[in-house]
């Protein structure tokens, strides 16, 4: 019942800072807790971060914490994305994800995919 579609990827050199944002349809986003995830080429798709309903509680894997930060805005149902400091490893396609359990986003579990944004960080 919720779609997303994020936005805001692109081309960036390493050190650069990007936002993306995921847009989110319907009046329950903020019943839902909202995560990030990535995969690069090769790669199976991997946790970022997570935010919960309220957004009081965040989650991040090691490899973007104190570079990535998560936030939403419920009232306009959409979740971001700080990423600054990039490296050249952060270079992935970017997918936005939500659940009704912040606990199965670390998991790469939830119940509604966006298609996903590239981001490519050069060197």
């Known amino acids: 019942q919720v779609q997303l579609v994020e936005s805001g990827g692109g081309l960036v050199q390493a050190g650069g800072s990007l936002r993306l944002s995921c847009a989110a349809s319907?009046?329950?986003?903020?019943?839902?807790?909202m995560g990030w995830f990535r995969q690069a080429p090769g790669k199976e798709r991997e946790f970022v971060a997570a935010?919960?309903?309220?957004?009081?509680?965040?989650y991040y894997a090691d490899s973007v914490k104190g570079r990535f930060t998560i936030s939403r805005i419920n009232a306009k149902n959409t979740v971001f994305l700080q990423m600054n400091s990039l490296k050249p490893e952060d270079t992935a396609v970017y997918y936005c994800?939500?659940?009704?359990?912040?606990?199965?986003?670390?998991?790469?579990?939830?119940?509604?995919w966006g298609q996903g944004t590239q981001v490519t960080v050069s060197s």
């Open positions: 935010i919960s309903w309220t957004g009081g509680s965040t």
């Open positions: 319907g009046r329950a986003f903020s019943r839902y807790a």
């Open positions: 994800a939500a659940d009704y359990s912040i606990s199965r986003l670390p998991n790469s579990e939830a119940d509604y």
